[in-house]
């Protein structure tokens, strides 16, 4: 028997799919470190690498902290970056782009592209469900872009790719789940969730969304992994959406 856990009978039309860990195995820590000690190399002839590191990880812990509904996160980062370089940062700018357009896909080495994460999302779109990238919009579209052509998603038809370009918060906030359901113009209820991370991505169950969390690059303690409506491996996704989701009518 189909069990629906949408709230109030409504049929899931929305499905968001973080990206690193969940669509992309990565060791997340190892793929962090690595970007830092790329990304100081790049700007080394303007700020010395572990003051740029120092800023660089202030600058996004501002940029997840922030509540501004009037401000792009890519606003408030560089805000946050130019109280820390002052008249330094308009010739860091260039190197930052400089490396993002020719270096940045190097990173690629550090991840394992996988089967199950193009099979997961196709199969939703073989449902007829709208399809969000909901990674964390700490980088660039052109980073984002580069992260899901190494998974293999790159060329799916994405209603919503959120960057730090287009979004006003970060995960853990709710506020960054509502607002791409007002994007999209659904309820949350009409969502899930799909993330590998306890903290981020099941925090959309605060604003009524579903979440199914994605255990083979767990990010926090199987407790908190229980908090979600389902959880297992990403190629479990379809199956356990088909008996615990109310899909439409005749699907």
């Not at 899931?12 to 690595?34: A, Y």
């Not at 805000?79 to 782009?97: D, G, Q, S, V, Y």
């Amino acid at each position: 028997k189909r069990i629906c856990i949408l709230g109030s009978g409504l049929l899931l039309q929305v499905v968001l799919f973080d990206l690193d860990g969940t669509l992309l195995p990565m060791d997340h820590k190892e793929f962090i470190s690595e970007y830092l000690k790329e990304l100081s190399r790049a700007v080394v002839s303007v700020v010395e690498p572990d003051y740029f590191a120092r800023a660089l990880r202030g600058s996004i812990g501002a940029t997840i902290a922030d509540r501004s509904p009037e401000l792009t996160n890519a606003e408030v980062f560089w805000a946050a970056f130019r109280a820390h370089m002052e008249n330094r940062t308009e010739l860091i700018k260039p190197l930052f782009e400089q490396f993002y357009t020719e270096d940045f896909h190097k990173l690629g080495r550090m991840t394992r592209p996988c089967s199950e994460a193009r099979a997961s999302v196709e199969a939703m779109l073989k449902k007829g469900k709208r399809i969000v990238l909901a990674t964390n919009p700490l980088f660039p579209l052109s980073a984002i872009r580069d992260r899901m052509a190494w998974a293999g998603v790159d060329d799916l038809p994405w209603e919503l790719v959120t960057s730090y370009e287009d979004m006003h918060f970060c995960k853990p906030n709710p506020e960054y789940y509502l607002e791409i359901v007002r994007k999209l113009k659904v309820e949350p209820g009409e969502c899930l969730m799909v993330g590998n991370d306890t903290r981020e991505d099941l925090v959309a169950k605060n604003i009524g969304m579903p979440a199914y969390l994605a255990t083979d690059c767990l990010i926090g303690g199987t407790e908190e992994a229980a908090n979600a409506d389902g959880h297992g491996s990403l190629s479990n996704l379809t199956d356990w959406c088909s008996l615990h989701l109310n899909w439409r009518s005749g699907s």
